[in-house]
């Protein structure tokens, strides 16, 4: 079984342009909406619908790139990081993994400023549509504003948008 190792490089995109390097990504937690139904008691379903959806980007030190994402506008962030891959055979290969998001910053980043200690910026982006690819392959695309709800390419929510 294949082993995957730790995130050897990340870089955060706005727009196609690079906003920061050895960046700290948190990717979106994306939570189902569920509905409990009857049986042998109770149970729930879960609906192709999702909670608000966030991500947040880290970085440490000011710098004028990175707050370009601030804005209550949508704005197109890529972000992208190498993930190191540990074979059977012992040989190590990286991949290369990106997250497209369209969203909106949510916050000015604020902190603590002290002497001798690094500042740690973290912008919170309100998320409309979610795409994930892991080695060229993609693996999620949520898209709220257009009812789209795709896992490893099956659109869960194609069904009901035909019925509408």
Partial sequence: MEKYG???????LIEGKPIAEDVTISLP?????????AGLGSMEVVLPLT???EATVHQIGCDYGFYKAL?????????RWVENKLKNSGEQKNISC?????????NIPGGDLAPGESFDNAI????????????????VLIDK???ICKLNGKDYAKEINSLI
Avoid at 6 to 12: D, E, F, I, L
Avoid at 29 to 37: H, I, L, M, P, S
Avoid at 128 to 137: E, M, N, T, V
Wanted: proline residues 4%.
């Fill in 6 to 12: 730790p995130t050897v490089k990340t870089k955060a």
């Fill in 29 to 37: 937690e994306v939570n189902f909406k569920t509905v409990e139904v």
């Fill in 51 to 53: 909670d608000p959806i």
């Fill in 71 to 79: 804005g209550i506008k949508n704005t197109k962030f890529e972000l």
């Fill in 98 to 106: 990106k997250a497209f998001i369209t969203g909106t910053a949510k």
């Fill in 124 to 139: 919170n982006i309100s998320v409309k549509r979610y795409q994930k690819f892991i080695d060229g392959k993609e693996t």
């Fill in 145 to 147: 504003m257009n009812g």
